[in-house]
Every structure is written in C-alpha cells, then in structure tokens.
C-alpha cells in the first residue's frame, strides 16, 4: 500500500434538494441514493465509498439542513449534525440556481449552518451546485463573491452534479482534507447501506415521484420479508407502506390500485437491476396514525441513523 495514500470520512452537508445525493450517485457511477425533486428526499445519512489508487473518499450523504417542524424534522436533522462527529471534512452543498440572485434566500438557510460549521472546526469546501442552470453567468460570480465573504476559508466550486462538470476538481480539493491511512473498507465495496435498506428506499423513490404534493413525507417504507430463491434466481420482498393519516391511504393506493400498481412496476424494475434476479414484490399500505411523531417506530424503522 501507497505510504502516502488517505483515506477518511467527508460530510455532505447542505439545505433540502441542493444535490448531494444527485452527486454522489454521479461520483460512484451507482445509484445508492434515491433522488426526487421534491425537498428532503434523504432521510438517514447513506455512507457512499470512492477509492482510486490513491485515496477512498467515504462520502456521507446527509438528510438535508432546516429549520425543523415536528419529531420527523428534526430527527433528521439532528441525523445530518451527528455526521460531523465522523467526518475529516465537510463539503457543503448550495444550490446556485435557487440562491444566485437572492441573496436574503442565501442569509435565511445559511443560519442554521454557519455557527454550526464553525464550530465543528473541519475543513470546508463549498459546492455552488446546478450551475448549468444559473443565467446569466454574472449572477453565479456574484454568488461566488458573497460565499467568498461568509466562507473566506473554504474552497469555492462550481458544480453541476448532474452533468458532472466541477466533481473531479471536488475530489481533488476533499482529498487533501483526509489523513494519511490505509482503506477503511474494501475496494470494491461502494456503500455500507444494506440491500435491504437500498430496497426500501427504492420503493420510497418511486413513492415520492408517484404522488403530489406533501403526502410523499408521511409515508414510509419497511421491508418486513425477505426471501432468496437461488433454485429460481428469484428474491421474494414483501415491504408495507406506512401512511400517517388513515386519508392518506387511498391516495396511495389510487383508483382501482392504480397508483400502488405503478410504484411496483418500476420499483420491481429497479430492483431487478439492482439484485441481478427476477423480483417477487409485494406492497401492502397499512396506517399508522401520527408517525412521524412516534421517535421509537422511526428509530424501528432506521430513519435518522
């Protein structure tokens, strides 16, 4: 092994839907991670390793940073703050599309952030992401500017995660934030999710794209039978749908079992790829009124961790 290889951890950090997750699928050629383009798709912190011969990059991909309403909320966020405790460094995502031009937008979700990362004393690199749709080009310098004054320490870069443009100049910058070490994990190994928990939120993906407005954050997902089948070169999943109002739960389902229908297929799609079998799903909606402030059944159900 290279005596001058690194390896450690590095934080995304960030407000809702400004693209980490989009990034670190793009970094690992994987998806691990599910996006949608609603807010606060990404409910625990999702490990994604990066290893070349010189260094393995354990990116961790955080819920996203808000000012949080109810138990949910604020279990994820506190899920997003507990990640520092673990990282070499902190790569902070702003979406330059939503903040250039909007400088009170930038001040009302930085609030949260600023003496919070200071704090930490970490390394910090700030990502200005979605820099494909910033027009004209003179508000995304003036971004810049305004970052470069709240942040004077921090490596500035634009990104688009989407197109991948500004990630290799990303990985070269993180890199110097971690310490000299061996591989923490094997080569080949780009997540520490389980398959089980890459399943469920899969299902949860296809969920959130199906159905509008805020029911997608009153619902979750949980695997409760897993069977492989090697003899068929089948896996067997049966997963229930949590809904928190019992309203909630024929919107889910759809007329007919419309809707419910639709998140299987493509849910059974993706799934196929992602285990290399055929898939056996079933989807059962049950309710369970006021979830989302029961703290035990969402720590049951992983969210937050």
Not at 67 to 73: A, D, F, H, I, M
Request: net charge neutral; glycine share 8%; with cysteine.
């Amino acid at each position: 092994m290279d005596s001058l290889f690194r390896a450690g951890y590095i934080a995304l950090i960030g407000p809702p839907n400004a693209g980490k997750s989009t990034f670190l699928n793009t970094v690992l050629g994987e998806k691990i991670a599910i996006v949608s383009p609603k807010p606060q798709t990404t409910r625990t912190s999702i490990t994604g390793i990066y290893t070349t011969p010189e260094e393995q990059i354990v990116f961790l991909d955080t819920p996203g940073v808000h000012t949080p309403r109810g138990k949910l909320n604020r279990f994820l966020v506190d899920a997003a703050w507990a990640a520092l405790g673990q990282a070499h460094g902190v790569l902070l995502f702003l979406d330059a599309a939503k903040y250039a031009g909007h400088d009170a937008a930038l001040q009302r979700d930085m609030r949260p952030m600023v003496d919070r990362l200071q704090a930490s004393g970490l390394p910090l690199a700030l990502a200005l992401n979605k820099i494909d749709l910033v027009k004209p080009k003179q508000l995304l310098l003036d971004l810049l500017a305004v970052c470069g004054q709240r942040w004077p320490d921090a490596e500035l870069i634009p990104l688009s995660a989407r197109t991948g443009d500004g990630i290799e100049r990303i990985l070269a910058v993180v890199r110097n934030f971690l310490p000299l070490s061996p591989p923490l994990f094997p080569e080949d190994q780009l997540s520490t999710a389980p398959v089980r928990f890459l399943a469920a939120e899969i299902i949860r993906e296809k969920l959130f794209l199906a159905l509008s407005q805020e029911l997608p954050y009153h619902i979750a997902v949980d695997i409760e039978e897993w069977e492989e089948m090697p003899e068929h070169n089948q896996t067997l999943i049966h997963a229930t749908i949590y809904a928190a109002r019992s309203n909630h739960k024929g919107m889910i389902v759809g007329r007919q079992g419309a809707t419910l229908k639709q998140v299987g297929q493509k849910a059974r799609h993706e799934l196929k790829q992602l285990l290399g079998t055929k898939v056996h799903l079933e989807l059962w909606v049950k309710v369970r009124e006021g979830w989302t402030e029961d703290g035990q059944f969402m720590t049951s159900l992983g969210l937050g961790a």
